[in-house]
């Protein structure tokens, strides 16, 4: 609630507010769009699905304290950080199965933590020695 101390601020608030609340049209396109392809294609390439509910949870809008705008506020974030983290997970068990090869080493990207058991970048011998374990 970092916005809280910073009233002198109360029109650029004002003036975002739009802006984030728009992006909900593309978050919910995204959202039915991934749940389609999660449940349809998943079973297809023999990858167990994943539980939605442990991305989402649900809380803050019962704290009394929060006003009824916070409360909307938290809902709308606990669901957007909760619907990108799921599609992130769907994402990276997408690419384990068709692409487990890890990106070429640079200091200027994160490394994400689901390449950890992929295959070394340019390693053409541990990509063949994978082929023939299949």
């Not at 802006?19 to 991934?34: E, G, N, Q, S």
């Not at 068709?98 to 340019?122: M, P, Q, R």
């Amino acid at each position: 609630m970092e916005y809280k101390r910073h009233p002198e601020r109360i029109f650029h608030h004002f003036l975002a507010g739009p802006i984030i609340y728009a992006m909900i049209v593309p978050l919910v396109f995204l959202d039915i769009f991934l749940e389609i392809y999660h449940r349809f294609c998943f079973p297809l390439y023999g990858i167990s699905c994943l539980t939605r509910s442990q991305y989402f949870q649900f809380d803050r809008h019962k704290l009394r304290y929060l006003t009824k705008w916070e409360r909307i506020n938290c809902t709308y974030c606990t669901y957007a950080n909760g619907l990108l983290l799921y599609a992130s997970m769907i994402v990276a068990a997408t690419e384990q199965y068709w692409c487990s090869i890890k990106n070429k080493k640079d200091k200027t990207h994160v490394a994400l933590s689901h390449h950890g058991k992929f295959l070394e970048y340019d390693n053409k011998q541990q990509f063949d020695e994978f082929l023939k374990k299949t």
